[in-house]
């Protein structure tokens, strides 16, 4: 049976299934300190003030600004060192005009103090008195309550993508547990009749199961936690009852397709198969990866990805992972890791097809350089060999020589 | 007392760290299937081929390329198809001379056959013939034995940072296991009398500890495994107990230092005597960042990093990083995430420093642009708000709205 494809742009595909996953996972409250790249499910709001109280910014003396105004080189004003400001501390220092105390960065600016001098600006005179020879405005090297984070503030959106400093920031806020979308399972199965577990012995005919493997690592890399079902045979009782105990497992199904179309076909039939609404995409316009399949089936996704490893990464990156995200409720997860490059060879495309091409990375003068690392797109070696993909977009005939691609990293 | 630097730029700060870390970590042998973001030991050879037989690449019939010669539309190759090829499996069939088998792409090109003809280049005329209407040279259409990995080949070089195609390639080489580098330890000590756990209650002059867990994010991204010795109060003895403390624990130590001078005065004292070759670098001509001391005690580095959350980001990232990949023999690490992007507003900078502006990104007109989020550096939610910081070079005196800046992305 031949396959009919209505091939969609890579970005239709998307959205589309996009549209149906609408409904949010399930949260769970985590320790702060262990939620690194979760996703909050809930705003956070700051409780307290960040400082909670005015700091100094500089090493000098907390002062009032008044007392310095018209200080300089040649008129400095004198003022009496009434004490030191302990680091960590309060303190029963209060501060009366012609008063100054000494503190430290980071040390608390005392009652009666509106801003603190510089130590470069000040000179000793005395064990109780110094000169100040510039003037100071009110608030002048402090920050005040509430500066960095109001109480009462969202400190975090909800769906925010956690990166080390808002666990830091949190932590500083004495936010030390908080809500975070569950991690999405990701149900991997594996089909075809020949593929093989890599831990048994290769009878003839037979190639070691390596989709499985690279999605788990893509699903690790994006925040989900990866199920493998193992590899199903050429079968469609057994690849529909896989696929029926994925959606029940999982949050994601993702069937990594055999190599021969009439596999291809009955991964297709399986698909169709298993509830509402069904298939939304046959056949993105991308190339390694046309022949991919979206659906969506109670709420779940299932792709269909094509057996060769290029093509099912590609459409991972695509596909999945934003997928991934939607569910953890994250609108705007961390940004691809891509570079500009100037392509190293001309390399011809089709039109209203995006074309990915596997590329390593050369630095020549100064400039970043995409070599083609040319080889049929279902060799591993290709992969391992390059450092990322580079991409022709849908509308171009090619890129010469020269011309700058933005090459999505590995 | 105050500080004497003599500074030096991020770049030779680094060489001269990385100068004195060549005595490679321990490896250790794991699963290959938990091996993502690993560093390889030593160099990977296949030990089998991949693929391992003659494998299709389409869909057809498997052929003698001598009986299709000569084969077009009008003058078809009549030839005579004596079965089918099962996926998965070797067959005893064997071509003659004028005889086909059916194959499905990756299956096996039979004894006999050198060659694949496309289905569609072919017309099913009764049961057991069909005519072929284009040639096919030998080996049209076959991935040949090693024609992915040969025999004997090195697939991984020692020092390679895994990942998943790595992952995957591997498994379909049957390697189920291999030696890595043990990850580095990183050792985080904070500093400041004036620092306080976040569980505790917070006392008036105290602020909460927000470095150590914004670095044992950042440690753990990289790799590392992070171990956290706690705040330790200004006090010479103490903080020297501790630096020797996470010497004999860690690999490498890092101290995020108090906000106040004395205290960063008292780090670099206890750095100091910790051991031979000692202070390496004391100031990096880089904003901010600049007050960080580099040392190198019995071949582990110690990091005296300032204690400002966004000052601990940019040297952590700039030192500590590459001394991680480093001590796992990695001499080529990921490539940092960064984009381009043009500036959202005029930024001043001094000429022989490098200057970090934490920006948000935004799109406008198809185009990236970088906007300054402008606050304190000592400041949390600037670097909560930001999605990365853009940089502004050395040699440059500052950057025009417009002007296109390199981002590294958080």
């Known amino acids: 049976m031949p396959e009919l494809f209505t091939v969609v742009t890579p970005d239709e595909a998307l959205k589309r299934l996009l549209s149906h996953l609408n409904a949010a996972i399930e949260s769970e409250n985590v320790k702060t300190n262990m939620a690194l790249a979760r996703v909050t499910s809930e705003e956070v709001i700051a409780e307290s003030a960040l400082p909670s109280f005015p700091r100094s910014t500089m090493d000098g003396y907390a002062v009032i600004a008044h007392d310095t105004y018209g200080a300089s080189e040649g008129l400095p004003a004198y003022l009496n060192v009434v004490g030191e400001i302990p680091m960590g501390r309060s303190s029963d220092l209060k501060l009366k005009r012609g008063q100054v105390a000494k503190v430290h960065t980071g040390g608390m600016v005392i009652e009666g103090a509106d801003a603190v001098v510089m130590v470069e600006n000040t000179q000793q005179v005395d064990a109780k008195t110094i000169e100040v020879v510039r003037p ?55 089909t075809g009749d020949e593929v093989a577990a890599p831990e048994d012995k290769l009878t003839p005919g037979k190639i070691r199961d390596i989709n499985t493997y690279t999605i788990t690592c893509l699903a690790l890399q994006a925040g989900a936690v990866p199920l493998s079902l193992g590899i199903i045979p050429d079968d469609y009782g057994a690849l529909k009852a896989a696929a029926e105990r994925g959606l029940e497992m999982g949050d994601i199904v993702v069937i990594s397709a055999g190599s021969s179309v009439s596999t291809r076909d009955m991964t297709a039939d399986v698909i169709s198969s298993l509830g509402e609404p069904g298939v939304l995409v046959h ?128």
């Open 136 to 190: 100071v405005a009110p608030g002048e090297n402090v920050i005040q309550i509430g500066d960095d984070v109001k109480t009462g503030e969202v400190f975090l959106t909800a769906g925010h993508w956690l990166r080390p400093q808002d666990i830091g920031g949190l932590m500083g806020l004495g936010i030390t547990r908080l809500w975070v979308s569950r991690r999405p399972r990701v149900v991997i199965i594996s």
């Open 283 to 410: 056949g993105v316009s991308i190339k390694p990866g046309k022949p991919t399949i979206l659906a969506v089936v109670d709420g779940k996704p299932v792709i269909g990805l094509p057996g060769n490893p290029v093509s099912a990464m590609v459409l991972f990156d695509h596909i999945v992972v934003p997928a991934i995200f939607r569910l953890m409720g994250c609108d705007k997860p961390p940004r691809r890791q891509s570079t500009q490059a100037r392509l190293g060879h001309n390399v011809a495309s089709i039109p209203g097809r995006e074309d990915y091409v596997q590329v390593k990375l050369e630095e020549r003068d100064g400039e970043t350089w995409a070599i083609p690392v040319f080889g049929e797109s279902n060799l591993i070696a290709t992969l391992v060999k390059a450092d990322g993909m580079a991409m022709i977009p849908l509308d171009k005939s090619g890129i010469n020589q020269g011309d700058y691609v933005t090459v999505r990293l590995f």
